[in-house]
Structure formats: C-alpha cells, structure tokens
C-alpha cells in the first residue's frame, strides 16, 4: 500500500503543477501601456513585458516578432523584436 502513496502523491502534484511553454506571435502593434508594461497585437492578444523589455522602444503600428510563454493565464513576454 505504502507503493502507491508516493507514486500517487508525486502525479497529483504533477497534475496541479502550471506549466510555461514557449511560443512566437507575429503582428502589428495596436495599443501600448508603459504604464501597466502591456502591448496588445491586432490580433487582440495582449501581452506583458518583464521590466526588462522597454515597451517605449516600439511604436504603434509597428510589426514586431513576440515570444512569450504562458502561465497562469498571462502571456509574458521574453523577447520582442521588429518583424523581418
């Protein structure tokens, strides 16, 4: 019995445990938030940006390469950059 406690305890916490998977967007700014470190694409996904990124570097209007990963809900972004 004792066996299966430990296996069972170790997938429960696996199971509870959130994930951040990594992935691009691509697409043209449609609003910034310096304020909040928000962008959102013209797509309407809205992203937030580490204190890192400086949103105020980018415009709106501009097209931009984004990788995030989400977690808990949020996009955050990892690196952005003007798109190719």
């Given amino acids: ?39 959102t694409l013209d797509s309407g996904a809205t992203y937030w940006a580490p204190s890192s990124i400086k949103l105020s570097s980018f415009k709106v209007g501009e097209k931009v390469d984004v990788t995030y990963t989400q977690a808990n809900g949020k996009m955050e972004i990892s690196a952005v950059k003007p798109a190719a």
């Fill in 1 to 39: 019995m004792q066996k299966l406690v430990i296996p069972a305890a170790a997938a429960a916490l696996f199971a509870a445990t959130s994930f951040a998977f990594a992935a691009d967007a691509k697409g043209v700014i449609k609003s910034i938030d310096t304020a909040k470190d928000m962008m």
